[in-house]
């Protein structure tokens, strides 16, 4: 084609998309530099990059580093680079994403780094969220909120609740080390500066590249920023063809293996407070561990050796109370483990096939729920304590009504606690404002389902927010949370607002972090 059509093509192309000419001389620096290491994901490329491309903080760069792709991924990353001058495209010889990763951070501008991989998405304003927290804070590390997705649905995994629930600023790994179930380089925004003085970096020729890098940058960091907005959204390709969605695949442990020693000796000689690492182990006996349990591999004798020999290895250097926060069936499952029982973990796992740990379920106290798995395995393996606990609920429906003294919230909602048949008692529910708690009136409960129907007075005179909170309590056991997880068909996606004839208004708004309370705001009559 010759040269002067080629510029005419791309002209219109820019024209067309709402861009910008390129400027002549050099690119101002931008505030944030997010990397992506792009490998075979032709299927998936385009939308990421757009995700990126419609950030609402605009004062970014986009470096693309394709890893010797042997589809048309770099043929898309090229034309996206056409409409977007904020986008850079680099291409190496195929050497892993770790390594493509480190290319993009010897290019990057920006007083932030952000990182993305190429099957998946951020929302419009997570680099804004992100950004305006690090700075407000002086935090050297922002991080949000994980969300997953497929083909057929959109979810937000427990563990998320866990860390994000609340925001914390100016916090420390000591401080909060749950934060290690979130030890992934997406998600965040890094200081450059802070990352560039490490002087660590990503593993080559592994699957799991990032680790133990992130948990000493965590670590390492004397200021991070905690947010509960969700700010990435991981793709779970229904294919499985993603390296990291193969746990039955004995390369895949191998290299999940040595990221879990790694990490534990990186720890180690950095002298990681004792709480850190009750952190790391939560994480890898209420999680990693599982993935790897859990899949029908763990029957071929190999596999099994390979993941007994690391649980070994990693229970010397386990401190005291590191299963404080695992459930009984996996606590149980990895003393078996530990213990070299395979003919029991293999019986345990088809027991629990069609059932739930609450078939097994033989009371509760308070220090925690009691089991009798169909193993012989030490009584305080099948105990989960009190803080491991979940308090599981939801609002399937609501409708605030008008009522003589002002107006009320009535909801229809499920609590139980995860791990237990019926009984509960019936649950307790209250909003709570600035000026104290309310209880609300609970109308029905059904103890076998967990259903229940309630009405929650609201004060509709003074303009004000105010959030639900929910107690539920079986034998000795109780647990209290702020009320959230709602069924958001009744909130029309996400809020919905109601105008009583007095002329008050009231709106009840659900997150799109499920584990952020509900949030109620009211708006008084104008006055004459």
């Known amino acids: 084609m010759p040269l002067h059509r080629l510029r005419s093509t791309a002209g219109r192309l820019r024209r067309a998309a709402g861009a910008t000419i390129r400027r002549i001389g050099p690119r101002p620096e931008p505030l944030v530099s997010v990397i992506v290491p792009v490998y075979d994901v032709e299927a998936y490329l385009g939308s990421t990059i757009d995700s990126i491309a419609a950030q609402t903080l605009r004062e970014i760069e986009i470096?693309?580093?394709?890893?010797?792709?042997?589809?048309?991924?770099?043929?898309?990353?090229?034309?996206?680079?056409?409409?977007d001058e904020r986008i850079r495209v680099i291409r190496q010889?195929?050497?892993?994403?770790?390594?493509?990763?480190?290319?993009?951070l010897r290019m990057a501008r920006g007083r932030y780094l952000a990182f993305l991989d190429s099957d998946d998405v951020m929302p419009s304003d997570a680099l804004?969220?992100?950004?305006?927290?690090?700075?407000?804070?002086?935090?050297?590390?922002?991080?949000?909120?994980?969300?997953?997705?497929?083909?057929?649905?959109?979810?937000?995994?427990?563990?998320?609740?866990?860390?994000?629930?609340?925001?914390?600023?100016?916090t420390t790994l000591e401080q909060h080390p749950e934060l290690l179930r979130n030890n992934y380089p997406c998600g965040k925004v890094f200081r450059r500066d802070f990352w560039k003085a490490q002087g660590i970096g990503f593993r080559r020729d592994a699957i799991y590249e990032d680790q133990p890098l992130i948990g000493l940058m965590l670590l390492r960091a004397s200021r991070?920023?905690?947010?509960?907005?969700?700010?990435?959204?991981?793709?779970?390709?229904?294919?499985?063809?993603?390296?990291?969605?193969?746990?039955?695949?004995?390369?895949?442990?191998?290299?999940?293996?040595?990221?879990?020693?790694?990490?534990?000796?990186?720890?180690?000689?950095?002298?990681?407070?004792?709480?850190?690492?009750?952190?790391?182990?939560?994480?890898?006996?209420?999680?990693?561990?599982?993935?790897?349990?859990?899949?029908?591999?763990?029957?071929d004798p190999e596999y099994w050796g390979v993941l007994r020999d690391a649980a070994r290895r990693l229970q010397r250097s386990a401190p005291a109370g590191s299963f404080d926060l695992v459930t009984a069936d996996r606590r149980t499952a990895v003393h078996l483990l530990e213990q070299d029982r395979h003919a029991d973990l293999l019986r345990m796992r088809a027991a629990l096939v069609g059932h739930e740990a609450s078939d097994y379920f033989t009371g509760a106290t308070a220090e925690g729920l009691r089991y009798d798995f169909p193993v012989e395995v030490d009584p305080e393996a099948?105990?989960?304590?009190?803080?491991?606990?979940?308090?599981l609920h939801g609002f399937g429906d609501g409708e605030v009504v008008e009522t003589?003294?002002?107006?009320?919230?009535?909801?229809?909602?499920?609590?139980?606690?995860?791990?237990?048949?019926?009984?509960?008692?019936?649950?307790?529910?209250?909003?709570?404002?600035?000026?104290?708690?309310?209880?609300?009136?609970?109308?029905?409960?059904?103890?076998?389902?967990?259903?229940?129907?309630?009405?929650?007075?609201?004060?509709?005179?003074?303009?004000?927010?105010?959030?639900?909170?929910?107690?539920?309590?079986?034998?000795?056991?109780?647990?209290?949370?702020?009320?959230?997880?709602?069924?958001?068909?009744?909130?029309?996606?996400?809020?919905?607002?109601?105008?009583?004839?007095?002329?008050?208004?009231?709106?009840?708004?659900?997150?799109?972090?499920?584990?952020?309370?509900?949030?109620?705001?009211?708006?008084?009559?104008?006055?004459?």
């Not at 991924?73 to 409409?83: D, F, V």
């Not at 992100?130 to 002086?138: F, H, T």
């Not at 099948?382 to 308090?391: G, I, K, S």
């Open 128 to 170: 804004e969220r992100l950004v305006a927290a690090a700075e407000s804070n002086d935090a050297q590390i922002a991080v949000g909120a994980f969300r997953r997705f497929n083909s057929s649905r959109v979810w937000v995994a427990d563990w998320v609740g866990d860390l994000h629930a609340v925001p914390r600023r100016g």
């Open 63 to 83: 470096i693309l580093v394709d890893d010797g792709s042997s589809d048309h991924s770099y043929a898309i990353a090229r034309r996206k680079a056409l409409l």
């Open 93 to 104: 010889q195929n050497a892993g994403p770790g390594p493509a990763r480190e290319h993009g």
């Open 404 to 528: 003589p003294d002002g107006a009320e919230l009535r909801v229809i909602g499920d609590a139980r606690l995860a791990g237990t048949p019926a009984p509960h008692r019936v649950p307790e529910l209250q909003i709570v404002t600035a000026g104290g708690a309310v209880p609300a009136e609970i109308l029905a409960h059904d103890p076998e389902s967990g259903e229940f129907e309630a009405r929650v007075p609201l004060d509709v005179r003074a303009e004000g927010s105010a959030r639900l909170e929910l107690r539920l309590a079986a034998g000795g056991l109780q647990r209290d949370t702020a009320a959230c997880n709602a069924h958001l068909d009744w909130l029309g996606g996400a809020a919905r607002t109601w105008r009583l004839e007095s002329g008050a208004t009231v709106t009840v708004t659900a997150d799109p972090n499920p584990f952020v309370p509900l949030r109620i705001d009211v708006t008084p009559a104008p006055t004459a």
């Open 382 to 391: 099948e105990l989960t304590p009190a803080a491991a606990v979940r308090l």
């Open 224 to 299: 991070i920023d905690v947010l509960t907005d969700i700010t990435y959204d991981y793709r779970a390709r229904d294919d499985r063809s993603s390296i990291s969605q193969r746990p039955e695949e004995l390369g895949d442990l191998h290299d999940r293996v040595a990221a879990w020693l790694l990490t534990l000796d990186a720890f180690l000689d950095e002298d990681a407070p004792e709480s850190v690492l009750r952190g790391w182990y939560w994480t890898l006996y209420a999680t990693h561990l599982h993935w790897y349990l859990d899949n029908d591999a763990i029957a």
